[in-house]
């Protein structure tokens, strides 16, 4: 787990609690409620896998309507293709929280992570709620985010406070996430939330964009999970209205924001299932945003690139391959470049005259690897990062109900 000692910063308006409740054999933190203020306003982007969780169909479906009270989550169980039957396990449980809150069904956002078609433990959570909402504490993070992991071998936390008018205003998130991991929204789970006053239309944009430049720009094994979902949270707490400030402050928290966004995507890669290299794929000069994302992950995704850098093989044929393999509408390739690290290892459609493998090779016993591709039909760039594939990475996933 990440070091207890690491500074998170709580976030006012935010208060959490987690528990045991025995989603898993393991006695482990497997159940949170988050507590937001009424006064919060939360947006939320969803997995596009066809085949949703109950819980992301719920959670959805009541965002549109207002905004959250309560957040409740586990681990454990992704509660999803359970159909009617997992949809009314969720609604059982959600009622609970009502009965104890003087809340309404469509206060609560609901989220499950973990094992795939099988009906959630609902007597477990009940039973666990009253103890859950009697111990709300606002410094609760680190717990928090230990009970929402699955595979992961380490909880994932960025907290930040910034420096706006003479006032600190704080940002804070977590993630899980290890497997089952390229988004097509956002990741596995993410929660972030921060004090500032954010209308709920502009906080929505703001993480839809920060998404496309974070959470969907990481992939580790091209799998996008049934029940993905990141929130953002603006409490409103900090009294700086962000749709107020002059346009030089709201680009300074944006990117504060991004910082924190792109810091847990890169958690997620490092503690990717198995992984013994963190991988950066950088596209440039496409002639398209979409072109170059689309050869970055072509590349990332690869299986045949994944295990030779495992093995710590330069065998940039199959980078070159799955350039050529990517979604684009050139239909030859134009005269790119690819180098390994810093290394030039082809260039005008054959390999380099200057090229060393042996350099190479001893580039690739680095735990960190660029994978850097000039494309050379544009001016836009793509970065995406990435895992090895490993011997591990099978036997986390063919053991997974074990």
Known sequence: MNNKNEKVFPV???????????????????????EIDIKSNVAAVFTKNKAKSPTIIFSKKNLKQKNPKYIIVNSGNANAGTGVAGYNDLIKYSNEICKRTSSCIEDILVFSTGVIGERIKVKNIINSIPTLLKNFHKNSWYEFSNAILTTDK???????????????????????????????????????????????????????EITDVSYNMITVDGETSTNDASVLIATGKSNINYNSLENKLKTLIKERLKEIYQTLAKKIVEDGEGATKFITVNVKNANSIKNAKNIAMSIAN?????????????????????????????????????????????????????????????????????????????????????????????????????
């Open 154 to 208: 380490v909880n994932k936390i960025c907290s930040k406070s910034i420096k706006i008018k003479d006032k600190n205003i704080t940002i804070t998130g977590v993630v899980k996430g290890s497997g089952m991991i390229m988004p097509n929204m956002a990741t596995m789970l993410s929660f972030v939330a921060t004090d500032l006053k954010i209308s709920k239309k502009i906080l929505s944009s703001l993480l839809r």
């Open 12 to 34: 006012e308006g935010i208060r959490l609690s987690s528990i045991y409740s025995g989603m898993y054999k393991k006695k482990r933190l497997d159940l949170s409620i988050m």
């Open 302 to 402: 690869s299986p045949l690139v994944k295990t030779a850098l495992f093995a710590e093989d330069p065998n940039w044929g199959r980078i070159l391959s799955a350039i050529g393999n990517s979604k684009t509408s050139d239909k030859n390739l134009p005269n790119l470049e690819i180098k390994l690290g810093k290394m030039l290892v082809f260039k005008n459609n054959k390999l380099y005259s200057k090229y060393k493998e042996y350099m190479t090779k001893e580039y690739l016993k680095n735990k960190s690897i660029e994978i850097n591709v000039s494309y050379n039909t544009g001016v836009y760039n793509a970065t995406v990062w990435t895992s090895d594939l490993t011997y591990e990475y099978i036997k986390i996933n063919a053991n997974y109900r074990s």
